[in-house]
């Protein structure tokens, strides 16, 4: 393996668990915000979505 291709397979993977990081927060905000409304519209009388 050359030097080019290793450096470019630890940019990849660096990239790659760069973009999983931001999808996972992504989704953890999005289970908070739709738990805190679960949690809160009955409360507030705000209508359901569905």
Known sequence: MSLAAIILLVVGVWLAIKVVDALLKLAFWGVALVGAYWFLA???DW???F
């Open 42 to 44: 009955p409360l507030m």
């Open 47 to 49: 209508p359901w979505p």
